[in-house]
């Protein structure tokens, strides 16, 4: 893509409603803009990272036996009645009148929805165990929407559920959710951590958020240390592997956010205790016969008897992961990504545009690169170099490829990582092979 005929209109102030770090770079890096309170549009750049952690999340859901679907994101009233939830849930629910007296709701999850579509379609329990999952939009009227997408109002999430026929099989499935979430943290450059947690108006007896690890997190975090840093957590366990114990091993250490943390009772080691800022991205649940009880989500089972199915949901917040990575992954002149969700993976640089020898050979790398799948961002705009290094550090690209007059006649260009700020002067064909062409 040729910055000169994208859209990316960046700030170079700070934004002074943008209160944490995310909510700032997301703005001046051309990510996002509000459109109402708690209510984000997505620009391109913003838009294809959103994409990028969307698929990351799909992979992991389906190489753990997920089938993906698709709800609507209107309900009706008649279904939360149901389960009980609909007076109970509070202001945070958008309840809608349709233009027949009918009640509605924009929904914020799906529990209601999914049990309604299982009991009118699966009968015998030679159809379990099932997992289904969507990416879907989202409302909860927060009061107080802030922090940019960390505490907005509308915002895109995966949210998973499964059916069981009974608890030891629905904990198997609660398991091997924990380990297809911890795999999709790892793969998008972040430590999350499971904490035991409420489970709030979701409902059950068990659940884990998934706290991810941020200097700028807003809930206080307290771990064993062999957890944090023993790279347990990173394992990448696959739907083959012993899922179970893999779990039992993992929640066997403490963790706690801190409404939940008794200094007084913690079986942890003060010397082995760490005290971190989290954000959380994830819950799951399981919550037995809540709903399927409720309404009268049945099957035969194996002697014929009727059965009442166990289950339970998962959710990852997909755009609350952008402002997430962003908190944990930034330096004082912009966004840091991980290749794995970044926009584009090089940022090129022409150090001259209009120069006859600098366009032939940014053409030559744009054009190199392009064909070996590689996503670029070609900044030919005829701007002076340190405008374009700034946009360049603040949308955060992981690599930075710089071509200009004086490195040509030298036979090098130079070639800079993000993260780490180190630059190399190399030819342009080495340095093409070290971005993937």
């Not at 209109?9 to 803009?33: C, D, Y």
């Not at 202001?91 to 049990?115: A, K, V, W």
């Not at 696959?238 to 893999?246: E, L």
């Not at 996503?375 to 290094?389: I, N, Q, T």
Request: glycine content about 8%.
């Amino acid at each position: 893509m040729r910055l000169s005929a994208y859209f990316l209109p960046t700030m170079k102030e700070n934004p002074a409603e943008a209160q944490v770090v995310s909510h700032r770079l997301m703005l001046r890096a051309g990510m996002i803009r509000q459109q109402s309170a708690g209510i984000y549009a997505w620009l391109p750049l913003g838009f294809r990272v959103l994409n990028k952690i969307a698929d990351i999340v799909r992979s992991e859901q389906e190489r753990f036996g997920a089938i993906e679907m698709l709800m609507p994101t209107i309900q009706s009233a008649d279904l939360w009645r149901e389960s009980g939830r609909y007076d109970a849930y509070g202001p945070e629910m958008l309840r809608i009148i349709d233009r027949h007296e009918r009640e509605m709701l924009f929904g914020p999850t799906n529990e209601e929805m999914i049990t309604d579509i299982f009991r009118n379609t699966v009968k015998s329990y030679k159809d379990l165990p099932k997992m289904l999952y969507h990416i879907q939009w989202k409302f909860r009227d927060e009061i107080r929407p802030r922090f940019g997408l960390m505490r907005g109002r509308e915002f895109l999430m995966k949210d998973g559920y499964s059916f069981d026929l009974d608890y030891e099989s629905a904990r198997k499935a609660y398991n091997r959710m924990m380990v297809a979430y911890l795999n999709t943290f790892a793969r998008l450059g972040l430590t999350a951590v499971p904490v035991r947690a409420d489970t709030g108006p979701i409902g059950g007896n068990l659940s884990h958020e998934f706290q991810i690890l941020a200097e700028t997190g807003e809930s206080e975090l307290f771990a064993d240390r062999d957890l944090l840093e023993g790279g347990i957590l990173k394992r990448n366990i696959g739907p083959t592997d012993d899922v179970d114990a893999y779990v039992d091993e993992v929640t066997a250490f403490y963790a706690a956010a801190d409404e939940m943390h008794e200094a007084a009772n913690c079986p942890v080691p003060a010397e082995k205790l760490m005290a971190r800022r989290g954000i959380e991205v994830g819950h799951i649940f399981y919550f037995g016969t809540k709903y399927s009880e409720a309404m009268g989500a049945q099957v035969i089972g194996p002697g014929g008897e009727p059965v009442t199915v166990h289950m339970g949901s998962y959710g990852v917040g997909v755009s609350r992961l952008v402002a997430a990575i962003i908190e944990a992954s930034h330096d004082d002149n912009g966004i840091i990504w991980p290749e794995s969700v970044a926009p584009f993976k090089v940022g090129l640089i022409s150090l001259r545009a209009g120069d006859a020898e600098v366009d032939a050979a940014c053409q030559k790398a744009y054009e190199t690169l392009t064909r070996a799948g590689v996503d670029v961002l070609y900044d030919d705009r005829d701007e002076r170099a340190g405008a374009k290094f700034a946009d360049m550090d603040l949308i955060g690209l992981p690599w930075q490829l710089l071509i200009g007059p004086k490195g040509l006649k030298a036979g090098v260009v130079e070639l800079k990582n993000r993260k780490t700020g180190e630059r190399q002067e190399v030819s342009l064909e080495s340095a093409l092979a070290q971005l993937g062409a």
